[in-house]
């Protein structure tokens, strides 16, 4: 399969700024194709269909688990959530750079299946005080669903070492011109480019 777009993933705990960053992003890259999640949660007030996430039932979610249709999957906070790998494949065709947000268990997933492609990025608050207060002020979840994201994210922070860059989103200007540097240069790795076509040109 002849693909030389390329792979960002973004993880990091809820509440530790990757939304407003991903949407610096998208404001200065127009070749970027941000990936909408599948997921069972239930729609947040302000979310859109199809634009925040794609809001689906459980069963409907495991049955395109048993068709293969997802790039990556994964059960947290007792919901499903899942990136659609159709999607994916024809934006990487099409040369784009192709933004996941997703969390560590489908950083894993996704790793396995696309390897070199993908370029990762751990964003976090500078302390768990921090995300805690973020969660709270964002007033979006209950204070045990806020629990449960801060136990989440002690056992992400593990991982961390695990992804080519990370970020602490404690300056959103610093954090931005940190992201936007990552971007602009996973577009020049080796892997994502067509060197043999090159070649052909060159010589």
């Given at each position: 399969?002849?693909?030389?777009?390329?792979?960002?993933?973004?993880?990091?705990?809820?509440?530790?700024?990757?939304?407003?960053?991903?949407?610096?992003?998208?404001?200065?890259?127009?070749?970027?194709?941000?990936?909408?999640?599948?997921?069972?949660?239930?729609?947040?007030?302000?979310?859109?269909?199809?634009?925040?996430?794609?809001?689906?039932?459980?069963?409907?979610?495991?049955?395109?688990?048993?068709?293969?249709?997802?790039?990556?999957?994964?059960?947290?906070?007792?919901?499903?959530?899942?990136?659609?790998?159709?999607?994916?494949?024809?934006?990487?065709?099409?040369?784009?750079?192709?933004?996941?947000?997703?969390?560590?268990?489908?950083?894993?997933?996704?790793?396995?299946?696309?390897?070199?492609?993908?370029?990762?990025?751990?964003?976090?608050?500078?302390?768990?005080?921090?995300?805690?207060?973020?969660?709270?002020?964002?007033?979006?979840?209950?204070?045990?669903?806020?629990?449960?994201?801060?136990?989440?994210?002690?056992?992400?922070?593990?991982?961390?070492?695990?992804?080519?860059?990370?970020?602490?989103?404690?300056?959103?200007?610093?954090?931005?011109?940190?992201?936007?540097?990552?971007?602009?240069?996973?577009?020049?790795?080796?892997?994502s480019i067509n060197i043999d076509n090159f070649i052909k040109k060159?010589?």
């Amino acid at each position: 399969m002849n693909i030389y777009g390329t792979i960002l993933i973004l993880s990091g705990p809820s509440g530790a700024g990757k939304s407003s960053l991903i949407n610096e992003l998208n404001k200065k890259i127009d070749n970027l194709y941000f990936s909408v999640s599948v997921t069972t949660r239930k729609k947040r007030k302000e979310e859109i269909d199809g634009v925040d996430y794609h809001f689906v039932s459980k069963d409907e979610f495991k049955k395109d688990i048993e068709k293969g249709m997802f790039l990556e999957w994964a059960l947290v906070h007792g919901h499903y959530y899942g990136t659609s790998l159709k999607y994916t494949i024809d934006a990487l065709k099409k040369n784009k750079i192709v933004l996941f947000d997703i969390d560590v268990q489908g950083y894993f997933q996704a790793k396995e299946k696309f390897g070199n492609l993908i370029t990762s990025v751990f964003i976090t608050t500078p302390s768990i005080k921090v995300l805690k207060t973020r969660l709270l002020k964002r007033d979006t979840d209950s204070l045990s669903e806020i629990e449960k994201r801060v136990e989440n994210a002690k056992k992400e922070l593990q991982k961390a070492k695990e992804y080519d860059y990370f970020i602490v989103n404690d300056d959103f200007e610093l954090a931005k011109k940190q992201l936007l540097s990552i971007a602009i240069s996973s577009k020049v790795k080796t892997f994502s480019i067509n060197i043999d076509n090159f070649i052909k040109k060159w010589v």
